[in-house]
């Protein structure tokens, strides 16, 4: 079979579950956590991998994973290098999307609101408490730079471990967090033949407005 004539036929049917307004919570951060909740429990390969969007100075968007490392009460924060691609694209434009698919349960979660940079002190919180040779990690990739070889990374990374290797790796300035601050939310619980459940939050004032939208 070639790969086109794969891609014609492969049809997914979703029945696992469904979502209603009269289960969804009414805080859209306490329906987050009670699927991301269901979603571990599930053994869900990597329930915390979202794919972030990010749009450059000319339009043009992009997107990639990054892990959510923490739920604050407004926002979801993940980590980075500030030198990056998408964190020149957000300085530009702070406006980005989060969108998390859960094959295994049959969901995806679609988050857009505005970026901002976490407090220094957080950054510092969680560098201190990731591995050593994550720590040297960040100091050796210039993320999203050109890299001559993978040896020239290699080797920054060997004598980078020499000079911190009997000391306290600091964080650098250009590696930290981001939260992204929520105005919508959409719910999406896969159902038989393509007519699916989407349940969407939208934020007017400090309110979230509850709507469903066709599939
Ligand atoms: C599962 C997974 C998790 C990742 N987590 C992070 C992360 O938390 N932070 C990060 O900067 N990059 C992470 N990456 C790498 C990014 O996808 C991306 O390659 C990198 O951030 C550079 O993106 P940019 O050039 O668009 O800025 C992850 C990749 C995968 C596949």
Redesign the pocket.
Known sequence: MSTNEYLKQLRSDFSKQSLSEDDIDHNPFTQFNNWLKEATESNVL?PI?TTIS?VSKYGQP??????I?DIQENGFV????YG??????LEMNPKSCMNLFWPELERQIRIEGIIEKVDSSISDEYFNDRPKASQIGAWASQ??QKLASRAHLEDKVNELTNQYANKKVPRPENWGGFILVPHYFEFWQGRKSRLHDRIAFSKDEDVWKIERLNP
Do not use: G
């Open positions: 990597e991998a990010t992009s997107s990639r994973v990054v892990y490392r993940f980590y980075t290098n990056s691609k998408k964190s020149h694209d993320q999203s």
